[in-house]
C-alpha cells in the first residue's frame, strides 16, 4: 500500500441522489408539483426577481412533495448494503438543496449524512469535489455516480464506480478516466417512451369512426380523413395521459400497479416525459390542420377538457365521471366533422348514456379496490367507499337507459327507411344486455381491474359479443 493512502476499511463511499440513487429528479419533480398549486407557483417565480438563489431557495421550500416516496435503484442499494457490510461508511451527494435529501436519507436509512447545497446556493460538481476533497482528503473517498457532469468528482476520487449510465457514455468517460470501475450500463430502449404513451388506449379512438358506420359510409373518400383523424386523436390522448402520468406520481408510487408506469418506478425521469408530451401534442395539432379548423377545434377542447380532468376534475364528485363520458362523446363529434357525417340525435343519446356507465364502471372498479387496500377516500378522487351503493345504481341505470334509446331508434321511421332487415337489431338489444349485464356483475365481484374498453378488447366473450354485434348489424343493412 502507497504511504499516505488509506486502507480500504477507512474509505467511505460517496453516492450521487438524483440519477443514481434513484432515477427520478427531485428539483423537477417538486418544480412540477407547484403546477397544483398556483399560488405557490407564483410566489416562487416571483423569487426569479431576487436572483437565482432565492428562486432555488423558494423551490427547496416545496421539497414537501413527496421526496421520501422517490423510487430507489434497487442496484445502486445492494452496493450500498455491499459497502456498509465491509464496515465502510456511506455519503449520499447532490446538486440540489439539503432539504430535498433528508427525506432520502430517512427511506434508505444507511448512510451518515449528506453533502448538499444549502441556503438556496448550488452546489455545482467542482464545488461538490472540492467539498469532498476537503471532508475526505484527496483519492481518500470512492465516488458512485452515472452521468458526465460527474466527472469532475471522479477525478478527485480514489475509485470512480457508475452504475446506470448508457453505454455510450460510459465508453466516453472511460476514454478521459482510466480507472473508471462500470458497475452496470443502461441500454437505450424505447419500450418505456411507448409505455407512457399507452397504445392499448388508442382503441378508444376507434369512436371516430362511429358516425361514418352508422350513416353506412363505407367508401376511400370517407375513410382516408378518418384514418387521420384516427392518428391525431391517438397522439393527442397519449400527450394526455403524459401529463396525468406527471401530476399524479406520487399517487402512482403508493399504487400497486401504477407504481410500475415508467415515470413513477424512476424508469424515466419527468423531463423525459415532458419533451415526449411537447413532441406528441405538436404531431396531433399538425395533423388535425391537415383536415379541416373545426375538427382541430374539437381536438383542441378535447386536450383541454383532458389536461383539466388530469389537473383538477378527477378529484370533484361526479364531475369526473361526467367529463370521462364527454372525452368519449368528443371523439364521436369529431369523427362526424372528419367524415362530414354530423352524428344523429339517436347516436348523440345512445353515446351520452352508455359512455356515462363505462366511466361510473372504472369508477365503482377503483371504490371496490379501494375497500380491500385503502382508507375510506379514494386517494386522488372526489369518493369514498360508502358512496358504492349510490353509484352502482346509477352505473346499471346509465348503461340500460342507452339500450332503450337504441330500442326507440330500432323502432324509428329512420331505420325502417335505411335498413333492409331492420328487426334483426333487435338481437343487438339482447346482445347489449347480456353484456352490460356481465360487465357490472364482474365489477361488483371485484374482478374488474382495468379500464371497461381496455377489458372488453382483452376478454374472449366481450369480443364474441361484439363480432356477433357486427355481423347483425351488417345483415340487417344487406
Request: hydrophobic letters at 50%; charged letters at 15%.
Amino acid at each position: 500500500m502507497d504511504q499516505g493512502t488509506p486502507p480500504n476499511y477507512c474509505v467511505p463511499l460517496v453516492v450521487d441522489i438524483d440519477g443514481t440513487l434513484t432515477g427520478a429528479n427531485s428539483v423537477h419533480e417538486t418544480m412540477l408539483s407547484l403546477i397544483k398549486r398556483p399560488r405557490a407557483s407564483v410566489r416562487t417565480l416571483l423569487e426569479l426577481g431576487n436572483g437565482y438563489a432565492a428562486f432555488a431557495n423558494a423551490i427547496a421550500e416545496q421539497a414537501s412533495c413527496g421526496a421520501c416516496a422517490l423510487p430507489v435503484n434497487e442496484q445502486a442499494l445492494a452496493v450500498i448494503r455491499q459497502v456498509r457490510q465491509d464496515g465502510r461508511k456511506v455519503y449520499l451527494s447532490t446538486g440540489a438543496d439539503e432539504r430535498f435529501s433528508k427525506a432520502i436519507v430517512r427511506s434508505v436509512n444507511l448512510v451518515e449524512g449528506v453533502f448538499a447545497s444549502e441556503n438556496g446556493l448550488e452546489l455545482t460538481a467542482q464545488a461538490r469535489a472540492a467539498t469532498l476533497v476537503a471532508a475526505f482528503g484527496v483519492h481518500g473517498f470512492d465516488y458512485l455516480g452515472s452521468a458526465y457532469k460527474d466527472v469532475p468528482i471522479w477525478r478527485e476520487a480514489r475509485q470512480a464506480l457508475i452504475l446506470g449510465a448508457p453505454r455510450k457514455l460510459t465508453n466516453r468517460i472511460n476514454r478521459e478516466l482510466p480507472n473508471l470501475v462500470v458497475l452496470g450500463t443502461r441500454e437505450f430502449s424505447i419500450v418505456p417512451y411507448l409505455t407512457l404513451m399507452r397504445p392499448h388506449q388508442w382503441l378508444k379512438n376507434i369512436l371516430v369512426f362511429l358516425p361514418a358506420l352508422a350513416a353506412h359510409r363505407f367508401d376511400l373518400a370517407t375513410l382516408a380523413p378518418l384514418l387521420v383523424a384516427f392518428l391525431s386523436f391517438c397522439l393527442c390522448a397519449s400527450s394526455a395521459y403524459l401529463v396525468n402520468d406527471m401530476l399524479d406520481l406520487n399517487n402512482d408510487r403508493a399504487h400497486a400497479e401504477k407504481r410500475h408506469r415508467p415515470m413513477a418506478s424512476g424508469v424515466l425521469p419527468v423531463s423525459h416525459g415532458a419533451v415526449l408530451f411537447a413532441c406528441l401534442a405538436s404531431a396531433s395539432l399538425t395533423s388535425a390542420l391537415m383536415l379541416n379548423p373545426a375538427f382541430a377545434a374539437v381536438l383542441l377542447g378535447y386536450s383541454c377538457l383532458s389536461i383539466s380532468y388530469s389537473f383538477y376534475l378527477k378529484r370533484k364528485l361526479m364531475i369526473d365521471v361526467v367529463a370521462l363520458a364527454s372525452l368519449y362523446g368528443a371523439r364521436v363529434i369529431a369523427g362526424g366533422i372528419a367524415s362530414d357525417v354530423l352524428p344523429s340525435d339517436w347516436l348523440v343519446g345512445f353515446c351520452l348514456f352508455i359512455f356515462l356507465s363505462l366511466a361510473l364502471v372504472k369508477r365503482s372498479t377503483e371504490m371496490i379496490a379501494s375497500s380491500k387496500t385503502m382508507p375510506e377516500k379514494i386517494d386522488g378522487r372526489g369518493y369514498r367507499r360508502e358512496d358504492l351503493p349510490t353509484v352502482t345504481p346509477m352505473m346499471v341505470a346509465s348503461g340500460f337507459i342507452a339500450i332503450l334509446v337504441l330500442a326507440l331508434y330500432i323502432n324509428s321511421p329512420e331505420v325502417r327507411a335505411t335498413y333492409r332487415h331492420p328487426v334483426l337489431l333487435w338481437a343487438i338489444c339482447g346482445l347489449l344486455t347480456y353484456w352490460l349485464g356481465r360487465l357490472y356483475v364482474i365489477t361488483q365481484r371485484g374482478e374488474m381491474r382495468q379500464d371497461p374498453v381496455i377489458f372488453a378488447a382483452t376478454d374472449r366473450i366481450s369480443l364474441l359479443t361484439g363480432g356477433l354485434v357486427a355481423a347483425i348489424f351488417f345483415a340487417a343493412i344487406l
